[in-house]
């Protein structure tokens, strides 16, 4: 019902700061829950974050909790991800995903997903 595309990624130094994007397409984009996940090579998919329906209420994962911020843009259709102070251990493919409302850090919870964007960082 509703398709997600991130953009924004890119290669970085510890302690850069990134912002990555996600816009979205048909439906009713104010209906889901957003959600943010990453996934380094030979791991399984992270819960980074999600933010509600409203954008009244967000949540983090302990790793990244403090130096990254989620906030979205109802009337845009655009959900985004601040990463700031980033680290090595923050390379992974970032992707957003779209829930039904009380879903929160499952990835099989979350029906609509985009094609992930590659954030690397070097030390």
């Known amino acids: 019902q509703v398709q997600l595309v991130e953009s924004g990624g890119g290669l970085v130094q510890a302690g850069d700061s990134l912002r990555i994007s996600c816009a979205a397409s048909g439906g009713s984009f104010s209906n889901y829950l957003l959600g943010w996940f990453r996934q380094a090579p030979g791991k399984e998919r992270e819960f980074v974050g999600a933010i509600s329906r409203s954008g009244d209420s967000t949540y983090y994962a302990d790793s990244v909790k403090g130096r990254f911020t989620i906030s979205r843009d109802n009337a845009k259709k655009m959900g985004y991800l601040h990463l700031n102070s980033l680290k090595p251990e923050d390379t992974a493919v970032y992707y957003c995903?779209?829930?039904?409302?009380?879903?929160?850090?499952?990835?099989?919870?979350?029906?609509?997903w985009g094609q992930g964007t590659q954030v690397t960082v070097s030390s």
């Open positions: 995903a779209a829930g039904a409302p009380g879903v929160l850090s499952t990835p099989g919870a979350y029906a609509y």
